[in-house]
């Protein structure tokens, strides 16, 4: 009984680490976008949150010389400055339909500073992501 105690706690841990709790921030017409409340950590003064877009066709995006890249989602790393209301992606994945990366940025640390819109998905993911610092 012992043994099979620690085998489901052994095949059930990776689920915990990996664990991630998607919320709903907000849809506009190409998009519903989520961020994952598991992801939300502090960076020095700025708050880092892993934001999603699941688009409602598949798409194609032209990169890199003459290379298309198709994709259903996009998982965004996003910085937050909560004091100043400030945001900006830091950086970028395209997935595909079987959930696989097909194009990635990079860390991009020279990303400018943007203003958090006064309403939609970017003003909801503000609200909810820094609420949870103070």
Known sequence: MFLRAIMLVAFCLPTF?????????GADTEAKYYVDTDSISLEGENTI???????TNVLTDKLEGDNSVVFKVTKARLELDC?????RVTKIDM????DEVVWSSGYMG???????????HSRTTFDLVCSQNR
Request: overall charge positive; proline content about 0%.
């Open 17 to 25: 680490v990996l664990a991630e709790t998607w919320i709903d921030v």
């Open 49 to 55: 949150v892993t934001k999603k877009g699941i688009y």
């Open 83 to 87: 004091t100043r209301e400030l945001n």
């Open 95 to 98: 997935v595909n339909e079987q």
């Open 110 to 120: 020279k990303r400018l500073w943007l203003t958090i819109n006064t309403q939609g």
